[in-house]
Each structure stands twice: as C-alpha cells, then as structure tokens.
C-alpha cells in the first residue's frame, strides 16, 4: 500500500515527445484508471511507472521513496501485460513462483504463497498445466497470479482484457473489481475502453497527446466534464456537440444561446462559472441520454427528423443524419420505433448540457 | 489449401525431380559401396545392385586410419558447435536486446565477417598458429571452425531472439531476473529450436571443412575425415569400391545426427533464420 | 538494461575479441604482407610499398580468374537459386511425407565436400559412372563425353555440382520467407478468382522478393568464397579453366610460393566482396526502411 506520485514526468523518443511533463498522485488504495484513445501515451507513462522505459524527466516515488532509476524489480511493482506474457515453458505454478524465486524466498514458501493466489483465482486445478493448454480467460487469471503472489505495493495492469472475446471481458472486469476490493491493493490500469474504466476506477486520468485532459472520479468525468474531448470521450453513444451563438446571461447564471442546426433561440444553458464575458460563439453539449422525447410538440425544445434508428433492445437511438459527424443522437424509450422523416419533438432534461468554447474549455 | 488435379501432377513431378536429383547420388553411392568390383564398373551400371559383399569396407578400415580420422571429425565437430554456443548466445543475445554504445556498428562488422574469403586468413592465420605451437593440433582446427561459424551464428541467434515477445521478457525483469538468469531461464529455453539449428550448423561446417585441415594437420593421426578421405582418394585412386565405402561411411555420423535433431535444424532454419 | 554496459560488453567482448584475433589481425597481417616481398611461408622480405599492387592489377592470370570468379557468382546464383525457389515452392505445400522431404533434402550441405567432390567425380567418371550412360539412354548424348576434359564443360559441371550442394540450404531459407506470407491472402486471391499463377505472380513473388534479395546476397558471397570443390575437383585446371580468385591465391601462396603475391590478391578480392556486401546489405537496408 503505497502513494504512487509523479512529478514532472515527461518522456520523448528522440525529438518526438509522447507524454508532457506532468504531476499526477495515486493515492494509497486507489483503483486509478488512464484512459485515452489508442497514441495518447497511456501505456508509455504506465510503462515509465513500471520502470520498462525510462523518464525523460522528473521523478516518480513509490510509497515515498525515489524509484526514479530503478530497476523494475525493485519498485515494489507488477504488472499484467495486455498479451499476458507467461512464460510459455513453464507450468502455471513455475510462472507463478518465478518472481518469488528471484526474490529468493525458500520454495516451501512460494508453494504456500502460490496455492493462496491460485485458490483465490480459482486455478488449483491447473497448476500443473502449460500456458498452451489453457483458456484466455484462464491465461489471464495466471497473468494476475503471478502478480498477487509477489504482495506489490502498486499493481499495473496494461490493457489486460482487451485481447478476450466480450462475455469473458464483463466477467474479467467483475473479478478484477472483486480482487481489488478484497485486497485493498493500489491499482493503476490503463485502457482505451471507456466502459472499463468507468466500471472499474475510483478515479480516472483521461489522457490525449501525452497530456492529462482531466482526473476525477467516474461520476465527475460523466457529469461534470472539463472540455469537449473529456465530454466526447466518456459516455456512449457520446456526446452531442452542436455549434451554438451565444446571445447572452441570465441573471441564474446561464447562458442564452441560439443553435441554428436546431432551430432553437434564447435556450438556457448552466454555466460552471458564471460570467458575463462569453465568446461570440460556443459549443453546446448534450447527451443522447438526457434527450427526452416529449409528446407534444408545444413543450418540446426543439424538434429531429428521423433518419436512422438504433435498437439496441434496452434503448432505442435516433440519428438525424446517417453520417455520425453531423447526427444529432437522442435515446428513446424502449420499444419506441419512429419511421425515417418522422419528426420527433424532444426537450433537454433540466441542468444535463454544458457550453464550451470553441477551443473545447468548458464555459 | 486445395489443388487442381494438374497441380497435383507438376507437384509429383517436382518431387520425383528432386527425389532424383538429391537421393540418387547417395543411393549410388551407398549400394555401389555393397557391390562386387566387377559391377561397380560395368558398361550398363545397376540402379539395385547384383551382388554383395563388405571386402571395400575390410580393405578401407584395415588399410587406413579411418576410426581415427572419424573421431577426430566428432571430437573437433562438437567442441566447434560447444565453443561456437558460448560465444554466440550472450552475443546474438546483446546484439538483439541490450543497449551499449557502437551497438549496430559491431553488428555490421561482425556481418561483413560472413563476407570473408576465408582463403584470405590462410596465410596469416597459419603463421599465428605456427608462432603459437598450435599447427598440427586439434585446437587449431577448433579455433579455426569457431571463427567462421561464429558470424552467421550470432546474426541466426540474433533472430531467434527477436522472434520472442518484449513483453515475456518484460515480465521477467518485473520478476526481478538479472539479465543472465533471464538469458538462462528464459530466452535459451525458449529458443531452443533455434539454438539446436545453430549447433547443427557449426557442426556442420567443421564436420566438412576441408581446405585448414589439409593445411594445419601434418600427422596422420590428427586427420580429420575430409583431410582422411583426400588422403585415400589420392592413394587409391581408380579403386571405386574402397572410396565409396570411405564415402558411405563418412555419410554415416552425420546422417546420424540429423535423423535425431535434423528436424529442429530445419523448423530453427524456416522459423527465425531471414528476418 | 541501458544503464549496464558493462554487461553487454560482457556479453559481446568475448564473441568479438575471438573474431578480432582470428579473422580481422589475421586481414591486417596479408595487408602488411602484401606490402612486402616474401616468399615462402615464415620467411622475412623486405618492404616494397605498392609494388606487389602494380603488378597484380598488370597480372593477365588476375583479371582472367577476377573475370572467371565474376562468371562463377552469376552462374552459381542462377542456377542455385532456380533449383532453390523450385524446391522451396514445393516444400511450401502440403502433402504426405512433406516433414521428411524438408529435412533430408538438406542431405546435400551436410555431407563433407570431399566426399561431394568424390561422388560426382566417380558419377561424372567415363568408367562406371551413371551419368554417361544415362545421358545416353535418354538419347541426349550419342557417346561417352569427358565432362572434365575442356575449360568450358568443366566450367559448368562445376557450377552445378556446387549449386547441387547449396541449394537445399538457401531453398530452406526460402521456405521460412514463404511461410511468413499469410495463407489468409491466397484465401483471399482465390475468392478473387485469380489463377495459381497469378498468385505466384502478384502474391507471392513480390512478397517475397526481399527474403530473396538478401539470400542472394548471401548466395553471392558463399559462391565466391568456394575453393574446396574446385580445388579438389579440378585445381583450378583444365587450362586454368576454372581457376576463380580463391583458387589463384591458393596456388600463388603455396605453390608458387609467392606469399605477398597472394596477399595481394587476397587483399584485393576481399576490398571488392566487401564493397559488394556492403552495397548490397545497404541498398537492401534502405528498400527495408521503405516498406
């Protein structure tokens, strides 16, 4: 159990610099996830964590003490490989000990610490068996093993559910979930699957271009986001994002603004910090969710033409244009089924949007 | 994948071709050494022969040192590949994964050194030996083979390496393995295959290394196979029995060795050899 | 890892200091050789500067065997490499026995050269032989031919005894080329409706034209470097026939005694095969760099 802190931290490759300087705290017990899409640098920095790449710049510390240049060994760390990474000639037992046999502990020891893990894995069975004969799922659990066996102070786990098929990831993600809750372990776990981390973290870093984009828990991110790319990132279908004019303040703390794509004027926006000083124009962000299909037209904000219907079975989604740049999406009841060129009225459920400025900054 | 009957014909004609092309000499050669001399040089050679009998194989072995010259061939063969193993694993190991200054440099050098006509050192190298006591040894030849094998060694193990995953070696230095606990534990285990192609291939280039034999060995009982046959093929010259004899049993040993291991030389050569 | 070098020079320093002491002191050494006039082997001589240099590239016999040796790579890769795509095509499919054709076609490279040399000496032979008589069975030759008797027949029977014993190991290469393209696009070429030779020619060969290139380059060298089967097969004879560069330095050094002769020579064959590896592992690294 350890406070993970980076300081400063940033890494280039030659001259290209793939994660800025940047501070970030992990506290004691903490399921922090880093999210981003696929290039932003998040496996980098867990990787500079784990010390498998070296930091440009600044320090990181584990549990106070510098670990800056240190061997991964020596962190006090492990970590779960998206690809697993057992060791394909030993059996599940041997990738297990292995760790602790470099650690030097006796080997009456490691069968102990080892049965423990694989009965909280439910791998008693297997111990015996090779990597090659066993499930993904089951390969994961190993993968995991191996980890716990060592009692690190700081688990990482590098997008280890991405290569299972998606029943096993829902199961995998609960079991992870468990595992931390019942070892109160520090967990840093990087992925590109926004479902995870808001299933998972109690806290998320959302990274783009090497940067952090905004950290807070998952009902922060979701309800209160910092930009447009936070807004667009957490949620799905994600968030709407409309050009919009702005006309003026309220004396609430809203903002007026006009949305020419739908037809509406003077609509009534909550502002995080009111002010006076708006920009001309803005971004308005709603989501799908927080669309509501009204039955008259007269109480209706604004009213979309059908032009595409999702049914996932629990909901229902509407698209106004086949293209997803230009669709506006709203959800609709279940078992709702307007026809291509109805027009539906909806309004926007009461203090769900946001305004952003066009540079993304949430207003 | 399916094929057309037509395929099915060009194949087993390819196949017959080269059956023919790689088999035939051998058989020749192997039932040629059964045959009575009179067979051997008749007008209308005999694809399965006529006639038996061993008096090539009495007349070669009680003629010649051919016992002698074929353990000389095993004991330098297997120090080669030994010697060749030891140095070439931490090296191809370094080149692939390690870090160090001068790193690709080296690389090439070593490389250009498969580049090498190796008649080039002859000179030289005898000299060295000569100063060094070591002409008419053994050891020569040992050091000899080792140099040559050793360039296309490292680049092979070189490969061998980077076909392993970053991430398995990743989890083994988390595990807190020192680099030659890893090398031992994990990457040689692993690369087995690999490693037996590359022991093949040293043994197999000392095993029919002719031209520094025939100049560093002087005394008879230092020769190894090649060196022993040439010996007998000048001695006997127009005695086709007793030289397909010495020829079949110079096949042997090493159609020996690869029906054992021969199957790993060819998945190590087709699995990681050309990146 | 980057934070040990001790370790890789560990690691490294022993493979490298071997080679340093027995192929690169030993280049050094026929260099300093070539810049002197000695004779017989251990004999001293004296500094002549680039005299040895002047007379080699006048030297009528080096330019015929630079010229022989530069016929021998060329005939050597294609007919090597011809025997080898052939082989390896057809190790690449599937049938029964395939394992077994794979590993014994290898039967070839792994017997001692000596014996390579014996074998088709006896085969090539006009008494006994099975190739005479076979030749003539099929109706191509009407009477016993003396494959070795002139330069040219010799010249060729050579190149093919020599390509007979490499290409098992370069069509090996090959097949670990093919191998690595995926079977997902002949899969997909078939679904297209293209013919087995259009998959050959538009799938396979450009795929695995840069596995050939580099087993070209590798061919090249390793054909350059043979003396043993023409040394034992011919000496280099009949009329200095098949004498290539390796053969010339041979005899210049231990026939002729002429040691700083053949230094020279050596010298000047191995500035030129490296320039060769060079050039080619360069343009080869940057056809690597476009892909």
Redo the contacts between chains.
Sequence with gaps: MAITELKGVSKSFGTVRVIEPLDLTVESGEFMVIVGPSGCGKSTLLRMIAGLETVSCGTIAIGGADVTGKEPSERGVAMVFQTYALYPHMSVRENMSFGLEMAGIPKAEREVLVRKAAATLQLEDYLDRKPKQLSGGQRQRVAIGRTIVRDPKVFLFDEPLSNLDAELRVQMRLEIAKLHRELGATMIYVTHDQVEAMTLATRIVVLRDGRIEQVGTPNELYTDPDNTFVAGFIGSPQMNLIPAIVKGTDDKGHALIDVPVLDVSGFAVPLRNPTKNLPAEAVFGVRPEDLIQCDKAAASDFTLICELVEDLGSNVFLYNAASREDAIVAELPRGTHPAPGDRVPFRVSDGTSYLFAPDGKRL | MSRGRSWNLVLIAGLLFFAALVGLPFWWVISGSFKIPQEIIARIPTLFPQSFTLEHYQKLLSSSDYGTYLVNSLVVSSLSAFITLLLAIPAGYAFFRLEFKGRETYYRIILLAYAFPSIVVLIPLFGMFAKAGLVDTRLALIIVNVAFALPFAIWMLRSFFASIPKEIEEAARLDGGPPLTVLWRIMIPLTAPGIAAVAIFAFVTSWTEYVFASVMILSDARRTIPVGFSGIIGQYQVDWGLLLAGASLAILPVVIVFAFIGRWFVTGLTEGAVK | ?????I??????A???L??AA??????V??FV?SLQNVRG??TSGQWVGLENYRFILTYAAFWESAGLSLIWVLANAVVQTL?AL??AL?LH???PGV?I???????????????VV???R??FST????IN?LLIQLGILDRPVGFFATPESAFATLVFINS?RWF?FIA??M???L?RIP?EL??AARIDGAS?FKRFTRITWPLLAP?LT??LI?GT?LS??V??II??MTQGGPAGGTRT??IL??ET??RSYR?SE??TI??L??VL??A???LA?RSLARSGDER
């Design positions: 890892m980057a934070r040990k070098p370790l890789a020079f560990a690691f490294v022993p493979a490298l071997f080679l027995t192929l690169a002191w030993p280049l050494s026929a050789l082997i251990g025997l052939a082989a057809i499919q599937k049938f394992r054709a794979r590993t014994w076609i290898i039967l070839t490279w792994i017997v001692p050269t000596v014996v014996m074998i088709w006896w085969l008494s006994g032989g099975m008589p007979w098992p090996l290469m097949l670990a080329g191998s079977t002949y899969e087995a596995t580099v087993l590798i060298l350059f470097n003396f043993d040394w034992l560069l390796p330095i041979y050094a231990f040691m053949a230094a050596a010298v064959a191995t095969l490296m060769f590896a060079v592992t």
